[in-house]
């Protein structure tokens, strides 16, 4: 069975600072590595996601993933209240649309002024 | 980025009575929607995949007769939950990927269901 593990937090960074946020999978099947952004009472919205081995940056975003640890991160600099939410780390077992994903528990993070 | 619309966004029933939420693809053909169930505090949990065309597919512990299930066209499917219980109270999310792209998924607005 899959899973996906993250750390409930919350985690608070003053503004302006980075925020690092982790997630660990068990099936080393996994092809595809997604982070959500959820504000309560909304659905998700993506974020990024992430195939290959490395860092991918977007902005203010990077993830970063290393397929042997199984782990994958976002990193988010410059962090602004707006940031605060819930960031769920997703997993899935390969490209293509339609995919099948297995969503951590989030990551409650706080940006404080 | 692709846009997936569900409805209704809030809905209030009593127990004993279905609800029929709905979940469409504007922008694009989605030959596979996903449903999705959270709880408060809780991540999004799988509870059925709905193919076109076809019969959907549910995870286990889900039970197929209660939570209905068409997917009827490539823009359209809906959820149905059967003679509703208060502790089917929960937040159901769709959500559908395009092959197209990445592998993302793209989610609709969320349905905030209550049973009294």
């Known amino acids: 069975q899959k899973e996906v593990e993250q750390n409930s937090g919350p985690l608070s960074v003053p503004e302006g600072a980075i925020a690092s946020l982790n997630c660990t999978y068990s099936?080393?099947?996994?092809?595809?590595f997604f982070w959500y952004r959820q504000y309560s009472g909304k659905s998700p919205e993506l974020i990024m996601f992430?195939?290959?081995?490395g860092d991918k940056e977007d902005g203010r975003f990077t993830a970063q993933l290393n397929k042997a640890s199984q782990y994958v991160s976002l990193l988010i600099r410059d962090s602004q209240p707006s940031d605060s939410a819930t960031y769920l780390c997703?997993?899935?077992?390969?490209?293509?649309?339609?995919?099948?994903?297995?969503f951590g528990t989030g990551t409650q993070l706080k940006v404080e002024l | 980025g692709a846009v997936v619309s569900q409805h209704p966004s809030r809905v209030i029933c009593k127990s004993g009575t279905s609800v029929k939420i709905e979940c469409r693809s504007l922008?694009?053909?989605?030959?596979?929607m996903f449903w999705y169930r959270q709880f408060p505090k809780q991540s999004l949990m799988l509870m059925a995949t709905?193919?076109?065309?076809?019969?959907?597919?549910?995870e286990q512990g889900v039970e197929k007769d209660k939570f209905l299930i068409n997917h009827a066209s490539l823009t359209l499917s809906t959820l149905t939950v059967t003679s509703a219980h208060p502790e089917d109270s929960s937040f159901y999310i769709c959500?559908?990927?395009?092959?197209?792209?990445?592998?993302?998924?793209?989610f609709g607005e969320g349905s905030r269901l209550t049973v009294l």
């Open positions: 922008d694009f053909q989605a030959t596979t």
């Open positions: 709905s193919n076109e065309g076809s019969k959907a597919t549910y």
């Open positions: 992430i195939y290959s081995n």
């Open positions: 997703a997993v899935g077992g390969g490209a293509g649309g339609g995919n099948k994903l297995t």
């Open positions: 959500s559908a990927g395009f092959r197209a792209h990445t592998g993302e998924l793209f």
């Open positions: 099936d080393r099947g996994s092809q595809s």
